[in-house]
């Protein structure tokens, strides 16, 4: 009869190596005459997961594709097939297989998988032996990963900017700086941080002090290193992400840490709580002196989006005592202080918010629903006044999804973006996009400061790729779209467009 071997292994040791599978299931084959006419290989490759193991994908694939020329798969034992955490997947990918008219068959098992409720009991019991064996392995490693965390040891990963990998031997002694893609040989050779070259190290400092001693905020200092095409390492890419995390990151006070962040058998990654952090304090020259770091921490921490609710709310609380008057909707009004949008996001309202606080609030909570009903009045109107300069350019157009769709031409879809101010007076944008509309081009209406007056309109061609909102300032308007004055100029524009596409 014909066969299929399939074969894996991970790390685990010798006496699962291919060589020793292959032979293992050569021996069983021809004690039951079995002729193998294909083998489906997974060398170097975990039993955790499927999607990493690109022999089994091929095997189940010709096996529910029909393509099998074969009607038994030979396996090594039950673990070779896999160490999946749910039993049931293992079971799933063998029951596709039996539906197929194809048997599995683990060579190296002390039992026959007939199907018979001994053998099914054994298989349920082997498989979740498997998946322990992997569990308490991952442990393990971690537990040994902290152990030597806690010294200072890196654990892996390439350097942060500014610093580089020192290989040390086993007397603990300097060998050599590490480069990009080079490993360690020796299970005794251990891996530190070491100052990288003295430009990223400049680098760093002149970021911290453009944080500290400027006071420019994180995304200010990313537009100007990317204006700049300063480089980090081979890229010249910054966002406001990579500074944060530039910023918050321990080791450019050298201070070794580990475990901020775990993805324990390939599940979700996952960011731990501080407590949880292995740290080890100088561990290796520092970039940025401690009392500089804590002051950016400190810094990060006054931020509004880092605060905590209680915080807000006793936040709030003291500003009614003092002031005794709504908290206004511009959060740059008011220094030091989250906006109302702010305690909105948080609490869902502003009434909610005073309730939280046993104040009765002002206007009848209804402050909210007015300044809606106000941005909603603007729209409007601007929807109508839209409408009626198409249709006076001799434009035609049908409205569909809230898009104002020209044939041949492009289609528009307004939106409103209320202004806000930042803790440094700069004016910002929340601009909403809308996924799952048709294909359009986003017509912006901006308001003035106070959001009760049209400041101005942008039409933006090619949406920025975010999940949902926007910030929007004077800046990214100008490089993502056309600024207009008035709705009669934006009605040439779609005309002028629709005869240039």
């Known amino acids: 009869m014909r066969a299929a071997q399939y074969v894996r292994?991970?790390?685990?040791?010798?006496?699962?190596?291919?060589?020793?599978?292959?032979?293992?299931?050569?021996?069983?084959?021809?004690?039951?005459?079995?002729?193998?006419?294909?083998?489906?290989?997974?060398?170097?490759?975990?039993?955790?997961?499927?999607?990493?193991?690109?022999?089994?994908?091929?095997?189940?694939?010709?096996?529910?594709?029909?393509?099998?020329?074969?009607?038994?798969?030979?396996?090594?034992?039950?673990?070779?097939?896999?160490?999946?955490?749910?039993?049931?997947?293992?079971?799933?990918?063998?029951?596709?297989?039996?539906?197929?008219?194809?048997?599995?068959?683990?060579?190296?098992?002390?039992?026959?998988?007939?199907?018979?409720?001994?053998?099914?009991?054994?298989?349920?019991?082997?498989?979740?032996?498997?998946?322990?064996?992997?569990?308490?392995?991952?442990?393990?490693?971690?537990?040994?990963?902290?152990?030597?965390?806690?010294?200072?040891?890196?654990?892996?990963g390439r350097p942060r900017l500014g610093l580089r990998r020192l290989l040390l031997d086993s007397e603990g002694r300097p060998k050599m700086v590490l480069k990009y893609g080079e490993r360690k040989n020796l299970a005794n050779e251990r891996v530190v941080c070491t100052l990288g070259p003295a430009k990223e190290v400049a680098l760093v400092r002149k970021i911290y002090s453009m944080f500290l001693d400027d006071g420019l905020p994180v995304r200010t200092i990313a537009r100007v290193l990317k204006q700049r095409a300063v480089k980090r390492g081979q890229s010249t890419y910054w966002d406001h992400n990579i500074v944060r995390r530039l910023l918050t990151d321990p080791q450019y006070c050298g201070c070794a840490v580990f475990n901020r962040r775990s993805e324990k058998l390939r599940s979700k990654r996952v960011a731990n709580p501080r407590e949880q952090w292995v740290l080890h304090p100088n561990a290796f020259p520092a970039i940025i002196s401690r009392e500089r770091f804590e002051r950016a921490q400190q810094k990060f921490g006054n931020m509004v989006f880092r605060r905590s609710d209680e915080r807000l709310l006793e936040e709030l609380k003291e500003f009614l005592e003092s002031q005794d008057r709504p908290l206004p909707f511009n959060g740059g009004a008011v220094p030091g202080m989250a906006c109302a949008s702010t305690y909105e996001r948080r609490f869902g309202s502003m009434a909610a918010a005073y309730a939280r606080i046993n104040h009765p609030g002002f206007l009848g909570g209804n402050e909210a629903l007015i300044r809606r009903r106000v941005t909603a009045g603007l729209r409007t109107q601007m929807v109508q006044d839209l409408g009626r300069e198409m249709a006076a350019a001799r434009i035609d157009f049908v409205i569909t999804e809230r898009v104002f769709q020209v044939p041949g031409g492009p289609s528009l879809l307004p939106e409103t973006a209320r202004c806000f101010s930042t803790p440094h007076g700069h004016l910002r944008w929340e601009v909403r996009t809308w996924r799952g509309k048709p294909r359009h081009w986003l017509l912006v209406m901006r308001l003035q400061p106070g959001n009760s007056a049209v400041m101005d309109y942008v039409i933006i061609r090619k949406i920025p790729k975010v999940r949902r909102d926007f910030t929007l300032d004077d800046e990214l308007a100008q490089g993502i779209g056309k600024i207009y004055t008035s709705i009669g100029e934006i009605a040439k524009y779609v005309a002028a467009s629709r005869v240039a596409d």
Not at 108 to 126: H, W
């Open 9 to 156: 292994m991970s790390t685990e040791g010798q006496e699962y190596s291919i060589a020793n599978q292959k032979a293992a299931i050569q021996a069983y084959a021809a004690s039951h005459q079995f002729e193998i006419v294909r083998t489906y290989a997974d060398p170097a490759k975990s039993g955790l997961d499927i999607k990493h193991r690109p022999g089994l994908q091929a095997l189940i694939d010709d096996v529910v594709g029909g393509n099998a020329d074969f009607k038994v798969v030979l396996v090594f034992d039950v673990s070779r097939w896999g160490r999946f955490q749910d039993s049931d997947e293992a079971a799933c990918y063998e029951f596709l297989c039996k539906r197929a008219g194809i048997a599995i068959h683990y060579c190296a098992e002390p039992f026959t998988n007939d199907g018979t409720l001994v053998s099914s009991f054994l298989k349920m019991v082997k498989r979740t032996m498997a998946a322990e064996y992997l569990r308490e392995l991952s442990a393990k490693v971690h537990v040994g990963q902290c152990r030597l965390a806690a010294k200072g040891y890196k654990m892996g």
